[in-house]
């Protein structure tokens, strides 16, 4: 079964930093295109960024462009986000997504707070 | 980055249908093949219903479908079932490696 499971996920000052990780199982995962997904509390869906299945391009929302990093390592099937400079308006489940340009198989998310 | 467009909310009872409309610009929707749907239930993941435009995945009931016409991609439900209330989000890629959601939709089955 294609598994994605975030983790990282906590309560974070504003200005703080965080990495979340996504950990993949059930599929080859250094063949596949993966992205992050976020959604605040009560509202939409928001694509943040994008990561090719050997690393070499990434791409990455106005809103994070600066702040985040998206990054993998395939030997450990796992993606990351580092996020620095965080912002109230960062707060938000942040779910990982398998594919390239639509999403196929999604985590179940991991929520993360920013608040003093 | 803008949003793509969807109506807040969309309703009907069961056995009939509804459409959903997903309205961007030339550089995302219009551009290209690559809008997608997704439903979300409730506290949950969520779940692709249609990619690239049309098509459907496996295990996706055919009641789902997808079409585009210029600038406005819709996603139809026909039948409608209780268990297709949930929100619905629609996707594009927008060029230059970027992808934009829609605003959402809730459906309710009455």
């Known amino acids: 079964e294609v598994q994605p499971v975030e983790s990282g996920g906590g309560l974070v000052q504003p200005g703080g930093s965080l990495r979340l990780s996504c950990a993949a199982s059930g599929f080859t995962f250094s063949s596949y295109w993966m992205h992050w997904v976020r959604q605040a509390p009560g509202k939409g869906l928001v694509w943040v960024s994008r990561?090719?299945?050997?690393?070499?391009?990434?791409s990455y929302a106005d809103s994070v462009k600066g702040r985040f990093t998206i990054s993998r390592d395939n030997a450990k099937s796992t993606l990351y986000l580092q996020m620095n400079s965080l912002r109230a308006e960062d707060t938000a489940v942040y779910y990982c997504?398998?594919?390239?340009?639509?999403?196929?198989?999604w985590g179940q998310g991991t929520l993360v707070t920013v608040s003093s | 980055q803008s949003a793509l467009t969807q109506p807040p909310s969309a309703s009907g009872s069961p056995g009939q249908s509804v459409t959903i409309s997903c309205t961007g610009t030339s550089s995302d929707v219009g551009g290209y093949n690559y809008v997608s749907w997704y439903q979300q239930h409730p506290g949950k993941a969520p779940k692709l219903m249609i990619y690239?435009?049309?098509k459907r995945p496996s295990g996706v009931p055919d009641r789902f479908s997808g079409s585009k016409s210029g600038n406005t991609a819709s996603l139809t439900l026909s039948g409608l079932q209780a268990e297709d209330e949930a929100d619905y989000y629609c996707s594009s890629y927008a060029g230059s490696n970027n992808f934009v959601f829609g605003t959402g939709t809730k459906v309710t089955v009455l």
């Open positions: 990561i090719k299945s050997d690393g070499s391009t990434t």
């Open positions: 690239e435009v049309s």
């Open positions: 997504a398998r594919g390239s340009a639509h999403y196929d198989f």
